[in-house]
């Protein structure tokens, strides 16, 4: 009989510690600037923030602890299960041997919650009792509701109108945690009220639905609101290190030593970071391993945009964050990976890919759809639009392997499940998707945005 | 720290057998019936279903082997977890330990896919090229097209029209596994065509269903299409004790002797079925376990309705099963657990209630969903509207034990997530849900009908 399919791993096992890897970094990071261009100091973001995360966004602890009711609400879906894609690798004709980790287990159906019960754990303890934050597809804002529900805990989420209209679903799965989930723009915040007076039948940007979640913490009264936010920032990447951290015990069990090629797909950056930077440790210190980060042809920051200081919303209201970015006045165009459909990136990944630790490749959609649709067919599990990024990039690593007849070992990480997204792989079944090319003037437009910025780090 | 909140087996502990009650349960099990009123023999199934699977059907071998290829299907999300649901004790305050067997973990996220596998299996095995079944909420149609789907197989799926057009979410799961959805009544059958000719309009019903799609596989001229049903036939208890082998083996684990009350919801029983048969093994050799089968008061089979030999379907088309039902006419309300919603039941299972070894309860809806609430915002996972009946009657039995201050066992079947479902969560949320009571109309129809069954057994 063959070897088992999955690698599990016992709640003992879990890890204990997320890694930093800030404490290793070649290079120097460049901090976050504010409105003066100066570096802004912790208090700052006091009013968003809660201390505790904000200490962990600036920390440069290599290995920072887990506290026991994390591990706990954790142990709800972790560890989570790395799967060998033996009938991928059938289908393929490959001598690669495939292995992906499973983050569609949790209850969300994504690696978000990892982060979410941080948050709302670290939120709790400073003794707040409501958070807020936005949400495009719904993805983040159903995870924080679970989260919160967990705790306790009071959650508002803006969701994009278009999202709110189109995605009933993920609404319902907030409310039935026990969230409240309203469109964005909505009357509730100043910021909403002069976008609906200038423009009444807006779809809402996830820029307008930043500014909502951000105004409406920093202005309650009680002062136990705070703002949550699910990629970009440097305390999500460490509470995603899980992830990779579960990923090399489990290779070890399977008696494979570091992977080749190391593939994740990137939109804030968040499951990309989660599975690799434990990795990328180990290329800090020579390993050799190809580590890639996949994003749509059609929002290409990590292939295409600049690395600058620039806002991580469309709004400014965020401190300027140096990093790749197509520019915060940039809107991608309706992909249905809306995960990945963000101007910017997360610094640290774009540190990473600026230091060639990290090597970026865009993917277009159809590609992505038939990689999905394969992986669907084969190993069964239907992937989220954002994870066929992934798999269409271990495709071709695995042809590649083919090719060049090499056993090569190739991890990916399947970052969620796609039932709640099918429509899109019923357009593509009927034809109705195509690749989306940007036009020059698309380029244009976000390079003049860019040659705005305050300080330009590249 | 408290101990593991899931008791995990790995793929060696996998169980190799599946358990055939058949050859355990004390009384004479009444046979399959034909159209003459005698028992059918094995060749008159022939043209619906493989003879190895047949041969399944009647057998009275206590161990079945479990073939290599079906295990390695399975292990794409077997063994599936057993939970302690901590939260939930807590939040009942109830000294009862609570467990759960999550067979959610599935790719179509029920417990489905135990059977859907085997049954793909054998067929293939036997030579066929093809499956055609019926679905009423999809949750069968897309375990069966996922399935198929592994072993490069056709499946055409009849889907009830009035879900075909409410729920389209499972007619694209079952299209991105590369099955056929259609909806029923359809032009593709006589059945289909008779129906349509008489109501054009039809919503649609179950036991057109079934009628397509068996006349679909005997019609077909190849011959190298049959027919599949994902409950009610032995075969399909057989193939999902699966669960409560797996679960005998957790509780070990989990320093657990035999649990004191054992809980499932039953629609045609197979969930129910496959985890409680291994343990009324047990209880028929002297173990105490009160063992419950849940169902709705809406379409209370096995609470109210007699047993004796009638139809599995509108149409007449299948043997004459010995069984509780309500009648082969009897249309239930429309209650969001669409999956309970059956006038019969497994012969087994209503042969272990009439011999005592099953205890039956009947619960009202809004407490189904006020119980899936509870759990979805303790434990974290949103539970199918069917597996809320399971929840309320462990809720209920939870503050029994709280009430008798008893440490009770108590270990329920998590059939299935409610993604898929969460309009139901969203009506009852908004109020818009009430509890459906059958009128003495409706008994009185049902009666009538099952008073022309050719030879009753009670």
């Known amino acids: 009989m063959r070897k088992n399919k999955k690698i599990i791993l016992s709640e003992k096992e879990m890890p204990k510690q997320w890694y930093n890897i800030v404490a290793d970094l070649p290079g120097t990071l460049n901090p976050p600037l504010g409105p003066d261009g100066k570096p802004i100091g912790p208090e700052m973001l006091a009013p968003v923030f809660p201390m505790n995360l904000i200490e962990q966004e600036v920390s440069t602890e290599r290995w920072i602890d887990i506290p026991e009711k994390v591990m706990e609400m954790l142990s709800i879906w972790r560890p989570a299960p790395m799967v060998r894609a033996y009938a991928l690798e059938e289908a393929l004709g490959t001598p690669a041997r495939i292995y992906y980790k499973n983050e569609s287990v949790s209850p969300a159906g994504s690696h978000k919650p990892n982060t979410a019960v941080a948050q709302a754990y670290y939120n709790r303890e400073f003794g707040i009792r409501k958070l807020t934050t936005e949400t495009g597809a719904g993805q983040w804002g159903s995870a924080l509701a679970f989260a919160c529900s967990l705790l306790g805990m009071e959650c508002k989420v803006f969701m994009v109108r278009v999202s709110f209209d189109q995605k009933p679903f993920r609404k319902m799965m907030m409310q039935t945690w026990g969230g409240t989930c309203i469109a964005s723009p909505s009357n509730e915040t100043q910021a909403g009220r002069d976008v609906l007076a200038k423009y009444p039948d807006t779809p809402g940007s996830l820029g307008i639905a930043i500014s909502e979640a951000v105004e409406a913490a920093v202005t309650d009264e009680t002062g136990q609101t705070r703002y949550s936010l699910g990629s970009v920032l440097n305390h999500v990447m460490l509470h995603q290190t899980i992830i990779g951290l579960e990923a090399k015990?489990?290779?070890?069990?399977?008696?494979?030593k570091l992977p080749d090629v190391l593939i994740g797909c990137a939109g804030g950056g968040s499951n990309f970071a989660g599975l690799s930077f434990p990795f990328i440790q180990d290329k800090i210190h020579g390993a050799e391993i190809d580590v890639i980060a996949v994003e749509p042809k059609s929002c290409p920051t990590l292939t295409q945009a600049p690395f600058a200081y620039d806002h991580g919303d469309i709004a400014k209201m965020t401190p300027l964050l140096a990093m790749n970015s197509l520019g915060h006045g940039f809107i991608p165009p309706p992909i249905h990976a809306g995960g990945l459909r963000y101007h910017g990136m997360s610094p640290l990944v774009s540190h990473a890919v600026k230091e060639g630790l990290v090597r970026p490749e865009a993917i277009h959609q159809l590609e992505c759809y038939?990689?999905?649709?394969?992986?669907?067919?084969?190993?069964?599990?239907?992937?989220?639009?954002?994870?066929?990024?992934?798999?269409?990039?271990?495709?071709?690593?695995?042809?590649?392997?083919?090719?060049?007849?090499k056993e090569k070992v190739i991890l990916f990480n399947f970052s969620g499940h796609g039932l709640m997204d099918l429509v899109g792989y019923e357009k593509f079944l009927n034809g109705e998707l195509k690749d989306i090319k940007l036009a020059t003037k698309d380029f244009e437009q976000f390079t003049a945005v860019l040659k705005n910025h305050p300080s330009p780090v590249v």
Chains 1, 2 share one sequence.
């Open 249 to 256: 015990k489990q290779l070890e069990k399977a008696g494979e």
């Open 370 to 405: 038939e990689a999905g649709l394969l992986f669907s067919r084969t190993e069964g599990i239907i992937p989220a639009p954002e994870t066929t990024h992934a798999i269409a990039s271990t495709i071709r690593q695995a042809k590649l392997a083919k090719e060049e007849g």
